[in-house]
């Protein structure tokens, strides 16, 4: 069983940067995302990274803005994200990824922390 769990979200201005942090208890060799939700919107894939760090996957939306990273000693999956726009604004959820990270398939994820961007 994987537990997880986010920090790191706040309000911050358009163009501005946040770093989100997921903290994984249990290890995992599994795929490591983030997907997001926006006010009435479905749930949104964001990014994801296998567990060696060798492969990372992002949403068209969001590609050459935020970075994900992963760093197994501390068993922690960051999401830097810079040049944010008020559209990035909802809840992220970290997440284990079942399958293709594309398809939004997961099987566990945290409470979520919300980010804010204002205009």
């Known amino acids: 069983q994987v537990q997880l769990k986010e920090s790191g979200g706040g309000l911050v201005q358009a163009g501005g940067s946040l770093r989100l942090s997921c903290e994984v208890s249990?290890?995992?060799?599994?795929?490591l995302g983030w997907f997001r939700q926006a006010p009435g919107k479905g749930r949104e894939f964001v990014a994801a990274v296998t567990w060696n760090s060798r492969s990372a996957y992002y949403a068209d939306s969001v590609k050459g803005r935020f970075t994900i990273s992963r760093d197994n000693a501390k068993n922690t999956v960051y999401l830097l994200m810079d040049a944010l726009k008020p559209d990035d604004t909802g809840i992220y959820y970290c997440?284990?990824?079942?399958?293709?990270?594309?398809?939004?398939?997961?099987?566990?994820w945290g409470q979520g922390t919300q980010v804010t961007v204002s205009s």
């Open positions: 249990g290890r995992t060799t599994s795929i």
């Open positions: 997440a284990r990824v079942s399958g293709d990270p594309y398809l939004g398939n997961y099987d566990s």
